[in-house]
């Protein structure tokens, strides 16, 4: 596909881009694009459109800064995050173990999900991974690679809801509550409980962690909150009244990139904000987020069900006839569920010396109708992402800069 990129944006010196509006640029640069965007454009409140694209510079050192726009960024205005949420979550398990100081306790310990309360479910065995023992490395691994929720539900488990808010606060996240596992219906007091687990190193009982309960409430008023005209209950009754998110997770979009870029600089914020992390643990996500699942060697995703653009949705389109560049990787976590599709991405090319991050989400929800399963992700949510994605890429290939970044920390043999 031909992309329009306005020669005006090409040309102009950097410095005026940095004196204009940061509310402006996004809109003319899709304005200049019509023909990509203009089903959206033409809907953007219809279709929550938000978006937060941000230019990188590098100092002589190496050292970022960051330049943001935005284009109908509102974090009072209530989008459902769906899988977004696995990723600070899974940084805040890393950050766990790290924490506990417990010898032999690693990410590639055994891992054994006990049920202690109503709901919870067992898990004692992983054939997905090398040893057929679940892990928190193989967890991470499956988020990372495919959004895999059940992966998500266990460090969900292991970290507890109180300390995954607190931890929230503690990096800055503010406008944002993680209190819910995804697709089992996760609620109420099953939500507040989360499982004993038990660590092991080979048959050696190193570590449990107690089932924990969380007693706190995160109440957030926003707007957007009640949405459409119906959904379909769990017997799958057509209840005619609007879909209630009020007990939802939130995430806005200003918060998931603040955490994807203090994940990808932490040099470039305050000693006290940056995860606690080893550097073995930071390239370690690093590798799989940007890996294609079907270059994973354990777990194994073939097709034609997994696919190298399956959870690259901006650029990509999440496309399985996706033509995939090997000069590009994508450094990201999506999101899809009622309706929304939501990237959060940094991207880089390292022929041309390029790199960007850039978050967006888009709803299609035409029928107003909740758990039918009738969105457009493939005619309308897809297509924006994967377009915004190569207009952006397309305006930094021209964007002149004064010191061309060092890309090496983020390039993997997969």
């Not at 019509?34 to 190496?62: C, G, M, W």
């Not at 918060?255 to 994940?263: A, G, I």
């Not at 079907?294 to 650029?315: I, Q, R, V």
Request: hydrophobic residues 35%; glycine residues 4%; aromatic residues 14%.
């Amino acid at each position: 596909m031909k992309l329009i990129v306005s020669i005006l944006y090409l040309l102009t010196p950097c410095v005026l881009l940095a004196q204009a509006p940061d509310t402006i640029f996004i809109k003319r640069l899709l304005d200049e694009n019509k023909p990509l965007f203009s089903h959206v454009l033409q809907h953007a409140t219809h279709n929550e459109v938000q978006v937060i694209y941000t230019r990188v510079d590098r100092d002589k050192n190496n050292i970022p800064r960051f330049t943001t726009y935005t284009y109908r960024l509102n974090a009072n205005r209530y989008f459902y995050p769906a899988s977004t949420v696995k990723l600070p979550t899974a940084i805040f398990a890393l950050e766990k173990l790290n924490e506990l100081k417990v010898k032999g306790l690693t990410m590639h310990s055994t891992m054994l999900t006990d049920s202690s309360f109503a709901a919870q479910t067992k898990v004692t065995m992983d054939t997905s991974s090398a040893t057929g023992k679940p892990s928190m490395e193989n967890y991470i691994k499956k988020i990372l690679l495919v959004s895999d929720n059940d992966a998500y539900n266990r460090i969900y488990e292991f970290v507890g809801r109180e300390e995954i808010n607190e931890k929230l606060k503690a990096r800055g996240i503010n406008q944002t509550r993680i209190v819910n596992r995804l697709a089992i219906g996760d609620g109420g007091e099953n939500a507040r409980h989360t499982n004993q687990i038990q660590f092991y190193d080979g048959d050696k009982l190193i570590y449990t962690k107690p089932p924990l309960y969380d007693p706190h409430d995160y109440p957030m008023q926003l707007e957007n909150m009640l949405q459409g005209k119906g959904y379909l209950d769990r017997r799958d009754s057509l209840i005619m009244r609007p879909y209630d998110f009020t007990k939802n997770n939130v995430y806005p979009l200003a918060d998931q990139q603040l955490v994807l870029r203090k994940l990808i600089f932490p040099e470039a914020f305050p000693a006290a904000e940056r995860y606690n992390l080893t550097n073995d643990q930071y390239q370690f996500i690093y590798k799989y987020m940007s890996m294609y699942p079907t270059e994973s060697k354990k777990p194994t995703y073939n097709h034609p069900d997994y696919f190298p653009a399956y959870c690259k949705f901006l650029f990509c389109g999440g496309d399985s006839s996706a033509v995939i560049d090997p000069n590009i990787r994508i450094f990201n976590k999506v999101g899809d569920s009622y309706g929304y599709d939501i990237d959060n991405a940094y991207i880089v090319d390292f022929k041309n010396k390029v790199e960007f991050f850039l978050s967006a989400v888009v709803q299609s929800n035409e029928d107003g109708i909740y758990n039918d399963n009738k969105y457009e992700y493939a005619t309308v949510c897809l297509p924006f992402l994967k377009n915004l994605g190569q207009v952006i890429y397309w305006y930094e290939l021209g964007r002149k800069k004064d010191h061309l970044p060092d890309l090496k920390k983020f390039k993997f043999p997969y």
